[in-house]
């Protein structure tokens, strides 16, 4: 029986998963090689999968904590029942926090991923960011060692000598991942495909959930040590607002802030949605256009350590609404 190749998109908050995994989705398609998406992430995985569903895919979303421990079942399940069409692969974007070591164990061990092969690894390494985190630092570490591939990104304001520092520290922990990039690694999942696409019938989806392999959800160091714990809360974005106000909320959250996502309408052109990202320590703010998701409703995700939920809520319910004009009146 042939089997599905996985890929595993791994990065710490902020690195750029998304923006590759849109990339990648579109090199696929122009190379022929079908594709299936599953999406993990805090709070509301929604956020990120309207984003790649512009892309005319079908995207799974699991809410929730990292799918390395307590969204681990849910996980397993959507890998046992998904549709991956024939000759396919399969990309995961986990959330910035999790431990791929466990996940890439549990992958190799449940029955419900017995179709799948081994789980390749691709990591963004932030490259302006890399090793910045001070108590994260060991959590960026330890997901790089799995990584089958890597790539650097933000890349644009580093100096020369700060990228070799990082890919001599790569080398180290990871001494078998290869640096690559959206059309090399499209490329290279092309020939991983071909065995599937030519050879044998797929093996089989799980038909049921695997309930002897559920274990119980292990605690990873990310979530048991209060001093690192991530955390996660929706917030309310007004209907419509104006990018200074959202802007300004964004810049005076507290320092446990770690990262906000959301999606939102502008004043200045309320037809389109847009999602917003904010990420500390630079306290950087950037807006992306939805065409073709009309039907989205504002939110957002705050992601920290020890989150001062009240205070956030009260800075975010008072973000004012926009007033329009009547000619830019949503219908």
Known sequence: MSR?????????????KTTFLRALMGALKERKVGFS??????????????????????????????????SLND????????????????LVEANGASDFITLIAAIAMRGECRRFLSPLQVSMIDAVRWQKRRKHNLLEQEQVKTSTHWMLTHTGSVKTPRLAGIRAALKILTPRGQETDVECFADFLRLQSATARFSAPEAPKAQLFDEATAAEPHEHHHHHDDERAFTSMRVPVPFVVQRSDLERVLRHLPEEVIRVKGLCRLADLPQIPFSFQHVRPEGETWFLPMLGSLGIIPSGVVI?????????????????????APELKVC
């Open 4 to 16: 599905i190749p996985i890929v595993l998109i791994a990065g710490f908050l902020g690195a750029g």
């Open 37 to 70: 998406v599953v999406v993990n992430d805090f709070e509301n995985a929604e956020i990120d999968a309207a984003r790649l569903r512009e892309l005319d895919v079908e995207v799974q979303a699991i809410n929730g904590s990292c799918v390395c421990c307590s």
């Open 75 to 90: 996980f397993m399940l959507t890998l046992g029942t998904i549709d991956v069409p024939r000759g396919g692969v399969l």
């Open 304 to 324: 920290g350590v020890g989150l001062p939920e009240a205070h956030i809520h009260a800075q975010f319910e008072a973000l004012p609404s926009a007033e329009l």
